[in-house]
């Protein structure tokens, strides 16, 4: 045997070694992993979520990185801790927003790991994201409910997260028309604190038409949003007119007047699309005879008072 | 194995609190409810106030109440007096009075609003001709002002203005504001 097949000899050797040796090492890494997962299931069904998470967590790091298990038990210990919070706080309280976020993140995980093998796992993940989809839903009205100032963007961001979740746990479900609903909440939820708010505020105004301009937009046929828009419009402007007195100059009076006209003119398109979309509706043949009266335009004012008197006419028959 | 029974407690629990959160959401309470305010009537006392205020009155019209008089529209009227009744002009108290005779026009009215047209309205500019007294008149666009009023409301570009007959008021001994010359308009 010459001394290169010596060293052919030997690499084989070393390689065979470092295989074992890797092999050995990643068996070890697997059991090691296996019994993390393990203690941490025990000590969640305990409900002790903290310490699960201290043994768990770790892990998700390095051995358990693509173990669904284990993804999915620290996901099922957020989500009892996020559950604890809203029990004794509140479901918006920082630590159950941020232990929901967590929950939610892991336990799209565990399920997208365990999706080919279909285990218990995916299914037990798609019933927690499922019940942390609703508490999400749950806030939304929560927060149209007790609406404050500014806060439009959380509760948007609350529903988006729906939809985000929802979209794991079944890719044909359409939440457009609830989406059209919360922005339609929240240009109405606007409206009221500008009605109740002492002093004027063109910012809510202006997120009352923008909410419902992105209800239009969603859904080219909701009647509501666009009749609501209309009025809207129409009100802000009778109420900067009104809002002309002794303390008015001249001047004033003029822009004011411009201002109002500008925003009658606004509300004439998306109530004439109201029209459209159910012509004998008597609430906007009246919104169409005021707005076009407001407009000076006579004819036009004359012809929707003529068609709403036509309507009640033959509802009285 | 974490096959926790809760979950299908929840599940329908959960199931029951989506459907009545989406359906209130839903449900369209409280919906914006249509202004019916009369806008042309507010614009048109906003301005009457201003001719009131702005104008350069005679000394022998700067005694006793400040009057404007308002003839054929109840609504202008109406508003006139919720939102300027108890003011001022200059140290007059604002008198707003709806004429619906014109025998009560002659002797006490700065301000004089009307929507009469042909022979009324003749009757009434004759009735008032030569009295200082502000005539103002709002007829269609395609309508020429009246002869002998001294302020005509016009719509413009969907806006009301109003024109000034210059010759009028100082036949009438008015001395007409700069601040109501300037922001008149012309057809």
Request: aromatic share 8%.
């Amino acid at each position: 045997m010459g001394s290169h097949e010596m060293k052919n000899y030997s690499s084989i050797i070393l390689l065979i070694w470092v295989f074992v040796l890797f092999s050995a090492q990643a068996n070890a890494q697997n059991v090691n992993s296996e019994s993390i997962v393990d203690a941490a299931i025990d000590l969640a069904e305990q409900e002790l979520f903290d310490e699960a998470l201290k043994m768990i967590e770790p892990a998700l790091l390095h051995e358990a990185k693509d173990d669904a298990r284990a993804w999915y038990v620290s996901g099922y210990s957020h989500k009892g801790k996020f559950k604890k919070e809203v029990f004794l706080v509140s479901s918006t309280s920082a630590l159950a927003l941020s232990e929901r976020e967590l929950a939610v993140s892991q336990l799209i995980k565990a399920y997208e790991i365990d999706a080919q093998s279909s285990t218990s796992i995916s299914e037990l993940s798609l019933d927690a994201l499922d019940y942390l989809s609703k508490t999400y839903m749950n806030d939304v009205v929560r927060g149209v409910r007790g609406f404050t100032r500014g806060m439009d963007d959380v509760i948007v961001g609350y529903f988006n997260e729906f939809v985000a979740i929802r979209s794991v746990i079944n890719q044909n479900e359409d939440w457009t028309r609830e989406e059209v609903e919360v922005e339609k909440n929240l240009a109405r939820a606007n409206r009221l604190l500008l009605e109740t708010t002492p002093t004027d505020s063109e910012e809510l105004f202006a997120r009352v038409v923008a909410h419902y301009y992105k209800a239009i937009e969603l859904d080219g046929e909701d009647y509501t949003a666009r009749y609501n828009l209309a009025i809207n419009l129409y009100n802000r402007g009778v109420s900067r007119l009104k809002s002309i007195d002794h303390t008015t100059a001249m001047f004033e009076l003029m822009e004011t007047q411009d201002a109002c006209i500008e925003l009658f003119d606004k509300a004439l398109q998306p109530m004439l699309a109201a029209h459209t979309m159910s012509p004998n509706r008597k609430e906007t043949l009246k919104g169409l005879t005021t707005i076009y009266n407001a407009l000076s335009n006579k004819e036009e004012s004359d012809k929707y008072k003529h068609a709403l008197d036509k309507v009640l006419k033959a509802e009285g028959e | 194995m974490l096959t926790l029974g809760i979950r299908n407690m929840y599940l329908l629990l959960f199931a029951v609190v989506i459907l009545l959160s989406t359906s209130w959401l839903q449900s369209d309470q409280g919906g914006p409810q249509l202004d019916e305010a009369n806008t042309i009537a507010i614009t048109k006392a906003s301005f009457l106030f201003q001719f009131a205020r702005s104008n350069d009155w005679p000394n022998d019209k700067k005694q006793g109440n400040f009057r404007i008089g308002i003839q054929g529209n109840t609504a202008l009227y109406l508003f006139l007096v919720e939102k300027y009744a108890g003011q001022t002009i200059g140290s007059q108290m604002l008198e707003v009075v709806e004429i619906s005779d014109s025998e009560q026009v002659v002797e006490f009215t700065h301000v004089l609003y009307t929507e009469s047209e042909g022979e009324q309205l003749i009757q009434l500019i004759n009735q008032t001709a030569d009295k200082p007294i502000m005539v103002v008149t709002s007829v269609d666009a395609d309508t020429a002002m009246p002869e002998g009023a001294v302020v005509n409301f016009v719509v413009q570009t969907s806006r009301i203005r109003y024109e000034l007959d210059m010759e009028n008021a100082l036949n009438r001994g008015l001395v007409v504001g700069n601040r109501i010359l300037s922001w008149a308009v012309t057809r």
